[in-house]
T-cell receptor, first 110, second 112 residues
């Protein structure tokens, strides 16, 4: 079945440093979605990318969808303590089956 | 809209008891997902529905788990009998036509 892997599993940065998480799917995706889950919270939808090579920005967050539509990345510029949480990518496979990646836990310290 | 509503928020039960988790999706959404989250296994998709019809239940771990969606505004996930290894946070999420999914607050289940 479809597998979605993310690297790294965990990253600890100092406030102001940049952060990137990478997402790789075993199958081609119709689109890629990104979510953020704060500690003790629930996943919150951030964005959806649909087109091959698409790049979207949300303030300090930059999302990219690979040309082959099998990988994606999320880059955060100048991290802040409010960025703490786990970032998941998710890809709908067959019939809209939304499979989540393994997640990258981000810790930010002052 | 109040978002996806799950109940209860917390459930502690004894091994062997039946547990029923409830979910009210966002009005107008046509897809509903049940996920289980643990430290070891991450976010696992258990089952999902499109237009109230179960599409894929391959993630349901055992016959002890069952899910229903009798109408567009309500779904249940039942575990009978429950076991300690079922302890996890169970999330319900809904979406419209393949767009981003909106999650409920989750039900933290502890089976002792």
């Amino acid at each position: 079945g479809q597998q979605v892997m993310q690297i790294p599993q965990y990253q600890h940065v100092q406030e102001g440093e940049d952060f990137t998480t990478y997402c790789n799917s075993s199958t081609t995706l119709s689109n890629i979605q990104w979510y953020k889950q704060r500690p003790g919270g629930h996943p919150v939808f951030l964005i959806q990318l649909v087109k091959s090579g698409e790049v979207k920005k949300q303030k300090r967050l930059t999302f990219q969808f690979g040309e082959a539509k099998k990988n994606s990345s999320l880059h955060i510029t100048a991290t802040q303590t409010t960025d703490v949480g786990t970032y998941f990518c998710a890809g709908p496979g067959t019939a809209s089956k939304l499979t989540f990646g393994t997640g990258t836990r981000l810790q930010v310290t002052l | 809209d109040a978002g996806v509503i799950q109940s209860p928020r917390h459930e502690v039960t004894e091994m062997g008891q039946e547990v029923t988790l409830r979910c009210k999706p966002i009005s107008g959404h046509n897809s509903l997902f049940w996920y289980r989250q643990t430290m070891m296994r991450g976010l696992e998709l258990l089952i999902y529905f499109n237009n109230n019809v179960p599409i894929d239940d391959s993630g349901m771990p055992e016959d002890r788990f069952s899910a229903k969606m009798p109408n567009a505004s309500f779904s249940t996930l039942k575990i009978q009998p429950s076991e300690p290894r079922d302890s996890a946070v169970y999330f319900c999420a809904s979406s419209l036509a393949g767009a981003g999914a909106f999650f409920g607050q989750g039900t933290r289940l502890t089976v002792v």
